[in-house]
């Protein structure tokens, strides 16, 4: 199988965990994969040594008749029926509204989201019974609660580390003061420390410029890891999209061709050219540019297929040199972009 010879385990910022170097996002589990589907993809990449599961509650209550926690409940059964908890570091979050599109039986959210100390003890307990396990390894906040404090909000997380609930604390789609609050409000109220960040990160013009221009220094200089979530731009960085050319059947086709600027497909025109150069995938070479970023720990990555996944895994076997690094960097280079669009 692929991804074998050459996968190193990455620690995950200054926390005790090591972790696969691609972790394996679950998003799509109950919504574009089914649950036989889905227990291969995690045999497969269980059996190639991959051991960082990321999930969420709410995966998926954007379909129809999925009030949330159907992916949770999916890897729980896989886990229970392989025996394998003590394998996998498993990482899930809270912050989103549970119930048919975040809403629940009366239209309303009616406290069932945020991050109060209420619902993520709530969340936490829920999550670990779809789970069918005793405890999270990485417990992370989804995003932001502008009407929760944020030491509410850590005190509640240190609550369940106490209780053995957690293991350690993460935190998703936060700005570099966000979490620079959250980081000095653990200093001095003596609470847990976020261990990571989940951002969105890719080659992709802005989401580049978006990570990189602060909250990246944030995270080298706290000594946070970073496990981006999309880091394929949701299928663009694929190579199956192109100006000019038809959409592939997809359901996020709509959502990527948006995406597709002039920048972001001579962005895509590099990747192809660099992968033609290692006889890779467009897709591997822009994971192979993520991992040689600073503080990278684990890109995250979605498949629909076993297949689809293998492909992804054959990036642990591809090294891009410095020419190619410079050459990818570049092209999606975020600082002379917007020098351009200021004169």
Known sequence: MKGMSSATYRRLGRSGLHLFPLGLGTMQFG????????????????????????????????????????????????????????????????????????????????????????????????????????????????????????????????????????????CSNYSAWRLMQALWTSDRRGLEHYVSVQPEYSLLDPTRANFERELMPVCVEYGLGIIPWSPLGGGLLTGKYRRGQALPDSVRAGEAASRLTEKNDAVIGSLVSVAERHAARPAQVALAWLLAQPAMTAPIIGAN????????????????????????????????ARTELER
Not at 139 to 153: I, L, S
Not at 317 to 327: H, I, M, S, V
């Open 305 to 336: 297929s076993t297949a689809q996944l293998d492909d992804l895994l054959g990036t642990l076997d591809l090294t891009l040199t410095p020419d190619d690094l410079a050459e990818l960097s570049g092209a999606s280079d975020w600082t002379r």
């Open 31 to 170: 919504w574009s994969a089914d649950e036989a589907t889905s227990h291969g993809i995690l045999d497969h990449y269980a059996a190639v040594g991959g051991n960082f599961i990321d999930t969420a509650d709410i995966y998926t209550t954007w379909t129809p008749g999925n009030p949330g926690g159907v992916s949770e409940e999916i890897i729980g059964r896989w886990m229970k029926a392989r025996g394998n908890r003590d394998d996998i570091v498993l990482a899930t979050k809270v912050r989103g509204g549970m119930g048919q599109n975040g809403q629940d039986g009366r239209g309303s959210i009616h406290q069932r989201e945020g991050l109060s100390r209420r619902w993520i003890i709530k969340a936490c307990e829920d999550s670990l019974r779809r789970l069918q396990t005793d405890h999270i390894d990485l417990y992370q906040a989804h995003w932001v609660d502008n009407q929760t404090p944020v030491e509410e909000t850590l005190a509640a997380f240190t609550e369940l580390v106490r209780r053995g609930y957690v293991r350690y604390i993460g």
